[in-house]
């Protein structure tokens, strides 16, 4: 079992959800339902799903919850 504390890529995920929570505070207060909690939603799910792969077993598990991470994604940038 891996420690997602020490992968680069868990840290700056982490580091970019934290400030997309501090920019969204600034939003109006009607978007808080849906644009706000969308890319909250979105942003948290990447270095949640890296340490959960982490805690798998095998490689395969591991790549499956870093293509997830990836895919959470995809709402967000096809939004026009």
């Known amino acids: 079992m891996k420690n997602f504390r020490d992968l680069q890529i868990?840290?700056?995920?982490?580091?970019i959800t934290l400030?997309?929570?501090?920019?969204?505070?600034?939003?109006?207060?009607?978007?808080?339902?849906?644009?706000v909690?969308?890319?909250?939603?979105s942003v948290s799910?990447?270095?949640t799903n890296i340490a959960e792969g982490c805690g798998r077993n095998t490689?395969?598990?591991?790549?499956?919850?870093?293509?997830?991470?990836?895919e959470a994604q995809l709402p967000s940038l096809n939004t026009n």
């Open 10 to 15: 868990w840290e700056r995920s982490h580091q």
């Open 19 to 35: 400030e997309v929570y501090r920019l969204t505070r600034g939003f109006p207060k009607s978007e808080t339902y849906g644009l």
């Open 37 to 41: 909690s969308q890319m909250r939603r």
């Open 45 to 47: 799910s990447i270095p």
């Open 59 to 70: 490689e395969k598990d591991f790549a499956r919850f870093l293509d997830n991470a990836m």
